[in-house]
């Protein structure tokens, strides 16, 4: 998630020469927030670091959102909603590269088997301490977050773009594929009733207060930037 700053943010210096880079354009526009306080770039460069942590004391576990990209506003929002309108709590992670996570995982794999070690991933012990539900989102298919799956040890649903897609808005198309704002809140509610901490009730008002299986309802999104 990059930050309206001149740099960016402070990278530590690294040689790229024998890197293959590549990057994502969108033509979506949207605000991007600050650099936040205290960011890990150690933890920026390794695939993922703790973007928001949440202050609010809840009865529920804590969520974890674990988003990349253009999904970053909508695991912002439904924080915002989550906190304000239901009282759970949720910490958001910024993913840089489910890909760079997955390679970590699996190089820690092959030394454990070649030095018969018990070390953990990276993203394991980034979220060692969370004892709730992990919930991914991307507007990715859901192949990519699940890469890191192996490596969580807490409860773990990722949302992606799987199945064909539909000609309509932005915001239609997120909710066809479930993965706005409304869709991750609806998911994360669920999550806690799996775990028997929330009423299932309260999950099917909220389904039909967000009106999931409707897309025209959905917020249509910017349509600036369309070619």
């Known amino acids: 998630f990059?930050?309206?700053?001149?740099t960016a943010y402070e990278i530590p210096k690294r040689d790229w020469s024998s890197d293959v880079c590549s990057s994502d354009l969108y033509n979506e526009p949207y605000l991007q927030p600050e650099e936040p306080k205290n960011i890990?770039?150690?933890?920026?460069?390794?695939?993922?670091y703790?973007?928001?942590?949440?202050?609010?004391?809840?009865?529920y576990s804590k969520?974890?959102?674990?988003?990349?990209?253009?999904?970053?506003?909508?695991?912002?929002?439904a924080k915002e909603i989550l906190e304000k309108e239901y009282e759970v709590s949720v910490d958001i992670y910024s993913v840089t590269s489910w890909n760079e996570l997955r390679r970590d995982g699996l190089e820690i794999e092959r030394r454990n088997l070649l030095e018969n070690d018990n070390k953990k991933p990276f993203v394991t012990k980034l979220l060692k301490n969370h004892k709730g539900p992990v919930i991914a989102v991307s507007d990715w298919m859901r192949i990519v977050p699940e890469q890191i799956r192996p490596y969580l040890e807490q409860t773990f649903v990722s949302l992606g773009t799987d199945g064909w897609a539909v000609s309509d808005t932005r915001g239609a198309l997120r909710r066809h594929f479930l993965i706005d704002t409304e869709?991750?809140?609806?998911?994360?509610?669920?999550?806690?009733?799996?775990?028997?901490?929330f009423k299932s009730q309260k999950v099917t008002e909220a389904?039909?207060?967000?009106?999931?299986n409707n897309?025209?309802?959905?917020d249509p999104g910017s349509t600036a930037g369309d070619s």
Not at 68 to 74: K, L, N, Q, T, Y
Not at 207 to 212: D, G, H, M, R
Not at 215 to 218: D, L, S, V, Y
């Open 40 to 48: 890990n770039t150690e933890h920026l460069l390794k695939g993922a």
């Open 183 to 197: 869709s991750i809140v609806v998911q994360s509610l669920k999550s806690l009733a799996d775990l028997d901490e």
């Open 207 to 212: 389904i039909n207060k967000y009106q999931l």
């Open 63 to 77: 969520i974890a959102l674990m988003a990349s990209g253009v999904a970053m506003p909508w695991a912002i929002k």
């Open 215 to 218: 897309p025209a309802f959905a």
């Open 2 to 6: 990059f930050f309206k700053q001149k």
């Open 50 to 59: 703790l973007y928001s942590e949440s202050g609010l004391k809840s009865k």
